[in-house]
């Protein structure tokens, strides 16, 4: 029973790829099979979720039966079960909007097929215990994203295409070498594996290049600053639900990663913490003051997420329980209303005279949406981290932690940097719903339904934070004993 | 043989990354090529000096790694359906702004 609820999540997406092709003539049940395949995977998701808790084991399944350090194990354990969970309800809240979307894209006989490996490509990310298998699901989210993004609406999406193509191509590069110097040094590609002798053999041939190519590798696969100068190029010319899962969840690879990197491989390296609170509070100064100087609500969005995923960043840097905990629940709330965002901000420009998120463009046109602005700025002040929504939470356990690691000095940098937020967020609300534009008219555009769940989400997690925040801590937590992990795949 | 094959992969990376910086963008096509190339020798050679007889045929003192030879045989793969990606991304920006430079192609900048 265990071993369905671990391959359904990531087998119903990756069947849904040919299943959806097949049927490309028939677009109506080819987006709404696809939409009722990723649910069933959310389903499963919370199942899984629920077998996890209930025996505080990871559910493990060795593929072809090999065993673990030989064969590829396919894991489920409190972190990858939190991302799941949070990729599939952003992945489902991205096709019930590419259902209302009035983009030419979605029209495309491939894009469902793309969407769904874009889907399984995460999950599989999140749910592998193999590090080569991790590379693997990283290509085929790189692939599926960069063609979703080639064949845009917008003009310039091949050439956002190119410029990540190549630079994820690049990271693949380091990613392979990594892989490869730790195989020299420990012969082995299996995650708990590895960690167990990395552990017994920290000087081990080639062991630190190998981490310092992954390293690199994962930092551009995060956007991070000083990695990040592709990434508001590619999230503002992608297709709007696109655009939301590569800016709420595509990045979240390299976070992932990190977390893995610093809790379960090298947890005895210091020096890789301090470079990612560096790396994070720098990206939370450059993304906040990026997003502060631009002219296009979307492109906004994206150097924001560059500042936000500084901050979880700088969380896992630090790396007490409490900052891990409170990594986790920025990741998740910045995944919901990084989304609802990006989907409202291409929704607006959709209602616009030309379709364009440029500020001059959708300037003044929220006058004949109310209800759009509602959540504009419940979603907007999710951002910058005021109550009662759920970035306030984020943002409250982040600064607690710091104060608890008495890291005065970063605190006081990102403290500050996080009310830029807020200028650019009202701001743009301003702009849009407030200042009068002639040209603006009532218009029938993108449907609102999937930001609205998402800002419902956010809200409710705002206001009742209690079952996210303690199972954050449960996973910082199991995370915070890498033997646990070991003990579980290798018995 | 140990010193041939690391400057095989040394020369293989320096060309890759040089052409990869260059302003043509087939070039730069080229140059992503060998670097996929290099990687897959270096890949390679972590299983080449253990053994020189396939798994599964001879006795087991001699049997080479076979690990290194999937991870390359799967890079391949994945390296090949790359290309033929960026190869069809540069036959849509060629007709579309007409040139090989890619300091041309900066639509993205305004």
Known sequence: MNTWLLLLPFLLPFAGVPLTLALRKRRKIQSVLALGLMLAALGFTFGLLRAVLTTAQPVSIQMGLWQAPFGITLTADPLGVFMTLMSQIVLSAGLIYSLGSTEKVVQYPTYHPLFLALAAGLTGAFLTGDLFNLFVFAEIIVISGAVLTAIADDAYGVEAAYKYFYISTLASVFFLLGIGSLYIGHGTLNLADLAARIASAPSAPLTMAGMALLTAAFLIKSAAFPFHFWQPDFHAAAPTPVSAMLSSLVVKVGVYAFFRMTTLLFPHVQLLKTLLVVVGVAGVIYGGFGAAGTHNVKRMLAYSTLAQIGFILVGIGWGTPLALAAALVFTFNHALVKAAMLMLAGAMASRAAVKSASFEVVVGVGKHHPFAGALFLLGGMALAGIPPLNGFISKLMIFWSGVEAAQYIPLLIIGVASIVTLTYVIRSFIRIWFEPNPKAKEKAGDRLLAPALLVFLSLLLGVWAEPLVALSQWTAAWLGDPAFYIAAILR | ?110
């Open chain 2, 1 to 110: 043989m140990n010193l041939l094959t690391a400057l095989a992969i040394g020369i293989l990376f320096a060309a890759g990354i040089y052409q990869i910086l260059r302003r043509n963008v087939i070039r730069a096509a080229i140059g992503l090529v060998l670097l996929s190339n290099a990687v897959n020798l270096f890949l390679f050679s972590a299983g080449a000096y253990n053994g020189q007889s396939a798994a599964y045929s001879a006795a087991a003192a001699q049997i080479s790694d076979p690990l290194p030879q999937a991870l390359v045989l799967t890079a391949i793969v994945i390296s090949m359906g790359g290309f033929a990606f960026v190869l069809s991304l540069l036959y849509v920006i060629s007709t579309r702004y007409k040139t090989s430079d890619s300091d041309e192609v900066k639509g993205l900048k305004n």
